[in-house]
């Protein structure tokens, strides 16, 4: 444990020492007077919102990427970047730590995370600070700073309970700004109403269902009870068909009546009113209705198509919002970035996969190389230089274009040569056999 105490306190000596060192006293302005930015409160649709966002990021896989002299961009996969992507401290997974630092910025409106650093000032590994522990500060001279109180994790770690670091050394990630440039607002502010309002029919429902106190009908009886008869009537009633005997079958005496209640317009609005309450947090969210749990709302005929949309409409600014805070704090040259790799939730049905990257490979587009790489398959020999169809050309050029010759026609068949005439010792020759066979007659 020392020797950890002694490299943390190594990673921390640039502090002091940097031009970046606090000041004595801190302006104290109007947004350090009590103002939060957090909604305070949530609900099921809050929960749903946001766990829908951070989880479905999360997922995605992360790298550290360089532009290539041709123009494309290649993995950087042994880089001390890559390897914080992959694995961002000791106690957390990347799944982990990108989900926990996006609810802290989907909620408290601000995301938070401590970079420590190795002995040649490099990122070395990336550690979450509490939203609503952490505090911008601006120095005199308009330098940032960040006061911070530490985790459980990271007093183990450094010995501290609290820390001041310059802004190069924090992640952060936050919402719209329109009070402070440097802290985030919380959705949940625009839609506190939608939350109270949900909160308030959870509890009327609550109050009507719980321990079965919601009447589902009411007994009739002909004339006037009594006040003990009528109270003995409902305790007895209750006693015998609530709880496990709900349901049961009541046989009725004595001219008692059983008039069930149905649901009236006012439970109709109720239930109108709970549906607003999700869309509004839904919108607030930019998160499709049909993630958000309101399944009657899908429109879309594939999930690849719901995907597509919800990329378009909200989730790509949150996942290029947080690479481009991941690019500033590793210092990352133009020529290189952190990207989250879409195409892993945005990939088609198998059919479709294999009949767009045909089309890609005849259009030159993709190498047969990087298409089987995109299905996981190995590399096959001569498969790294695109190919391309020579018969799409301009139509300017059609004239310019040679027919390609003809093959040769095939050469005729030999004639047969005719019987060659006899000469004339054949002839003598033929004679004189012809008579030899006369003498024998």
């Avoid at 940097?18 to 302006?27: D, F, L, N, T």
């Avoid at 269902?209 to 209750?238: C, H, I, Y």
């Avoid at 317009?265 to 607030?284: C, E, F, L, Q, S």
């Avoid at 049909?290 to 409409?313: H, K, M, Y």
Wanted: some cysteine; charged content about 20%.
């Amino acid at each position: 444990m020392n020797k950890i105490r002694n490299l943390v306190a190594k990673a921390f000596e640039p502090f002091a020492t940097s031009s970046y060192s606090p000041p004595a006293s801190w302006p104290i302005d109007w947004w350090s007077r009590g103002f939060r930015t957090t909604g305070r409160r949530s609900c099921a649709a809050v929960e749903t919102c946001v766990s829908a966002i951070s989880q479905t990021i999360a997922a995605l896989p992360i790298g550290h990427f360089k532009i290539t002299d041709e123009g494309g961009h290649e993995l950087v996969k042994r880089s001390k970047v890559q390897k914080v992507l992959r694995k961002p401290n000791d106690y957390q997974t990347r799944t982990d730590f990108i989900l926990n630092l996006l609810r802290g910025e989907l909620l408290e409106g601000n995301g938070y995370a401590l970079a420590m650093r190795d002995r040649d000032f490099g990122v070395e590994s990336l550690h979450l600070c509490s939203p609503t522990a952490t505090n911008p500060l601006i120095a005199e001279d308009g330098s940032v700073f960040y006061g911070l109180q530490m985790s459980a994790v990271m007093q183990s770690l450094s010995g501290t309970q609290t820390l001041i670091v310059p802004q190069r050394d924090m992640l952060h990630i936050r919402m719209q700004t329109p009070r402070h440039p440097l802290i985030g607002e919380s959705p949940l502010l625009a839609a506190q109403m939608a939350v109270e309002t949900s909160e308030a029919i959870q509890e009327h429902l609550s109050g009507f269902f719980n321990n079965m106190s919601r009447p589902s009908g009411f007994l009739k009886v002909p004339g006037t009870l009594k006040a003990d008869t009528s109270e003995k009537l409902r305790v007895e009633w209750q006693s015998a068909f609530r709880g496990s005997d709900a349901g049961k079958v009541a046989v009725l005496q004595g001219g008692l009546d059983w008039v069930p209640l149905t649901m009236n317009a006012v439970d109709a609005a109720i239930i109108d009113t709970y549906k607003m309450t999700v869309a509004d947090v839904a919108r607030v969210y930019r998160v499709p209705l049909s993630i958000a749990g309101e399944t009657g709302a899908a429109t879309f005929s594939t999930t690849e198509a719901l995907i597509r949309f919800w990329v378009n409409t909200g989730l790509g600014f949150i996942i290029e919002h947080l690479e481009l805070a991941l690019d500033a704090l590793f210092q990352l040259p133009e020529d290189e970035f952190v990207a989250f790799d879409l195409d892993y939730r945005l990939r088609a049905a198998f059919p479709a996969r294999i009949e767009a990257l045909t089309k890609g490979i005849l259009g030159g587009l993709f190498s047969p190389n990087e298409a089987r790489g995109k299905e996981g398959l190995k590399r096959v020999a001569f498969g790294d230089e695109p190919r391309l169809q020579a018969q799409v050309v301009p139509l300017s050029a059609a004239n310019q274009i040679q027919p390609a010759p003809s093959a040769p026609a095939a050469p005729p068949p030999p004639r047969a040569l005719p019987a060659p005439e006899p000469d004339g010792l054949e002839l003598r020759d033929g004679y004189l056999k012809i008579l030899e066979n006369l003498d024998h007659e």
